[in-house]
Nanobody, 127 residues
Framework: QVQLIESGGGLVQAGGSLRLSCAAS????????MGWFRQVPGKEREFVAA????????YYANSVKGRFTISRDNAKNTVYLQMNSLKPEDTAVYYC????????????????????WGQGTQVTVSS
């Protein structure tokens, strides 16, 4: 069973940057697309970004497009989320997830298509 461990969260001022990392166990990391989601207490978890297994395709939520960049290093079994121009509304717990297949499909944001999740890392953006 794959384990996903997020890191890199923290407290940052509005306009600042953070880079989240998600390290995956196992030998099949390069076979799966990966995604990032976030959740604020009391609200539903929402999609942030996704990347295909080879990094050739990416997809972003409109709220982060142009500010966040998802990438991956298959040699290191790690997926990243570079977050720039952070806003207070980006404050949330961020989760990485492994998608069921190698590509992004027609709707990359559907949560049921992800079958492994990390424990999350807190990102707090102060105004």
């Amino acid at each position: 069973q794959v384990q996903l461990i997020e890191s890199g969260g923290g407290l940052v001022q509005a306009g600042g940057s953070l880079r989240l990392s998600c390290a995956a166990s196992g030998r099949t990391f390069s076979s799966y697309a990966m995604g990032w989601f976030r959740q604020v207490p009391g609200k539903e978890r929402e999609f942030v970004a996704a990347i295909s297994n080879n990094g050739g395709s990416t997809y972003y939520a409109n709220s982060v497009k142009g500010r966040f960049t998802i990438s991956r290093d298959n040699a290191k079994n790690t997926v990243y989320l570079q977050m720039n121009s952070l806003k207070p509304e980006d404050t949330a717990v961020y989760y990485c997830a492994r998608r069921r297949g190698y590509d992004l499909g027609d709707v990359p944001s559907l949560q049921y298509q992800y079958n492994a999740w990390g424990q999350g890392t807190q990102v707090t953006v102060s105004s």
